[in-house]
């Protein structure tokens, strides 16, 4: 298959090296710095699931420095959430007629902008549950693994079997992945899951595992979950579960334990003075609340919180 990987940091950069170490050709577009150091070192990737480091010639830093005669069978969007409509409108010119335009990213919203480019025939969800870290230019780590990735396209599409053959390739390259048909299921699962954690653990400054320790934190995980399920509820948006004490029950006794070491992509970015994606997670949960008229007070103090940060 010929694959690019748009917005290719530390999730993105996994992608690409698993997929162009299984014979792929992948094409990375990335930051300059980054860039650079994998076309002349190589990927560097290290942690739970070895140490290998693999050449990807294919790196650049815009999508006009790659061969307009490419035809792409997928382009996969691993920005930031805030980035997702410049960067669909950015490959928009380089989906075909069976390209597949998947997005591996946190929070809720980002297939519907990608679908307002590329269409929903294009678009497929997905949800990433295992963690990576970027430790300098040509190096990332993958530091913890709950479960496997899981693609679908979230309104039916004639190219299915495609995703589901994507999902096999990346299944065979060496991370754990599975096509389904509930995909925006398992998204408000993922969005669930980041907005119990990433803030508390950002603003606390602590892994995951710490937060289901402490009874206020617990508290805390409780009152934002509770929310979640009140604004999906008023807007009869399908979940996994019928009450949020059994998502809770899945939370703190399989998904934390699993994660318990990682600290979030949430964390790093206030540190390194960048914005976060909480608009796209607790955020969304108030402003799809706000729209139904059920209260957030925690996601919106949590949400705030955050900003306060940003802005320090």
Same mark, same amino acid.
């Given at each position: 298959m010929n694959i690019?990987?748009?917005?290719?940091? /530390?999730?993105?950069?996994?992608f690409g090296g698993y997929l162009n170490q299984a014979n792929h050709t992948v094409w990375l577009v990335g930051r300059r710095d980054h860039m650079m150091a994998v076309r002349e070192q190589g990927l560097l990737i290290t942690g739970i699931w070895g140490e290998k480091r693999i050449r990807l010639p294919h790196a650049v830093t815009q999508t006009s420095e790659i061969p307009r005669n490419i035809t792409f069978d997928a382009i996969i969007i691993s920005v930031k959430s805030y980035d997702t409509r410049e960067a669909a409108c950015q490959i928009a010119p380089l989906v075909k007629e069976e390209t597949l335009v998947v997005s591996l990213?946190?929070?809720?919203?980002?297939?519907?902008?990608?679908?307002?480019?590329?269409?929903?025939?294009?678009?497929?969800?997905?949800?990433?549950?295992?963690g990576v870290e970027f430790h300098a230019p040509g190096e990332v780590e993958v530091t913890v693994y709950a479960e496997e990735v899981m693609l679908g396209h979230p309104k039916p599409s004639p190219l299915s079997e495609k995703t589901r053959s994507l999902a096999i390739e990346i299944d065979k390259s060496g991370i754990p992945t599975k096509y389904t048909e509930e995909i925006s299921k398992y998204i408000w699962a993922k969005l669930l899951y980041n907005a119990a954690l990433n803030p508390l653990s950002s603003l606390l400054q602590v892994p995951?595992?710490?937060?289901?320790?402490?009874?206020?934190?617990?508290?805390?995980?409780?009152?934002?979950?509770?929310?979640?399920?009140?604004?999906?509820?008023?807007?009869?948006?399908?979940?996994?579960?019928?009450?949020? /004490?059994?998502?809770?029950?899945?939370?703190?006794?399989?998904?934390?334990?699993?994660?318990?070491?990682?600290?979030?992509?949430?964390?790093?970015? =206030?540190?390194?003075?960048?914005?976060?994606?909480?608009?796209?997670?607790?955020?969304?949960?108030?402003?799809?609340?706000?729209?139904?008229?059920?209260?957030?007070?925690?996601?919106?103090? =949590?949400?705030?919180?955050?900003?306060?940060?940003?802005?320090?």
């Open positions: 690019l990987i748009f917005g290719a940091g /530390a999730i993105g950069s996994v990213q946190n929070g809720i919203g980002n297939v519907e902008t990608i679908a307002d480019c590329a269409g929903w025939d294009h678009t497929v969800g997905g949800r990433v549950i295992f995951y595992g710490y937060l289901a320790k402490r009874q206020e934190t617990r508290l805390l995980m409780e009152q934002i979950v509770s929310e979640c399920f009140c604004v999906a509820n008023s807007h009869e948006t399908p979940l996994f579960w019928e009450k949020d /004490a059994d998502y809770m029950k899945v939370l703190t006794g399989r998904l934390i334990p699993a994660t318990a070491e990682h600290h979030p992509s949430m964390l790093q970015d =206030i540190r390194k003075g960048k914005p976060t994606e909480i608009d796209a997670i607790n955020g969304a949960i108030v402003s799809l609340g706000k729209k139904s008229g059920v209260p957030t007070p925690v996601n919106e103090t =949590i949400a705030n919180l955050i900003h306060a940060l940003e802005k320090r």
